[in-house]
Nanobody, 122 residues
């Protein structure tokens, strides 16, 4: 079993940056695809970015390409999301997930953190 804890969210002005972290428990971290998803008020949760177990291969939603960067340090059981050029529409609760079923942007099952709030003011 994997437990995930996100951190690094907060309030930032448009154009600013934030770096989210997701710390995982357990020894099997390196065997999972790690992803970031977000959910804005009144909207469904959506894919943001993911990173495969090795390689690694990186995948991004079109709306964050060139602005967000996902990375992982398997030795530290941590995945990161560096967010730059933030926009008010990036405001959401950001969740990290560990999974190895489904697709890179649509996992089946897996483990989820509690989320961290990111608020971008205009």
């Amino acid at each position: 079993q994997v437990q995930l804890q996100e951190s690094g969210g907060g309030l930032v002005q448009a154009g600013g940056s934030l770096k989210l972290s997701c710390a995982a428990s357990g020894r099997a971290f390196s065997s999972y695809v790690m992803g970031w998803f977000r959910q804005a008020p009144g909207k469904e949760r959506e894919f943001v970015a993911s990173i495969t177990q090795s390689g690694p291969r990186l995948y991004y939603a079109d709306f964050v390409k060139g602005r967000f960067t996902i990375s992982r340090v398997n030795a530290n059981n941590t995945v990161y999301l560096q967010m730059t050029s933030l926009k008010p529409e990036d405001t959401a609760v950001y969740y990290c997930s560990a999974y190895n079923m489904g697709t890179y942007h649509s996992p089946i099952g897996g483990y989820w953190g509690q989320g961290t709030q990111v608020t971008v003011s205009a």
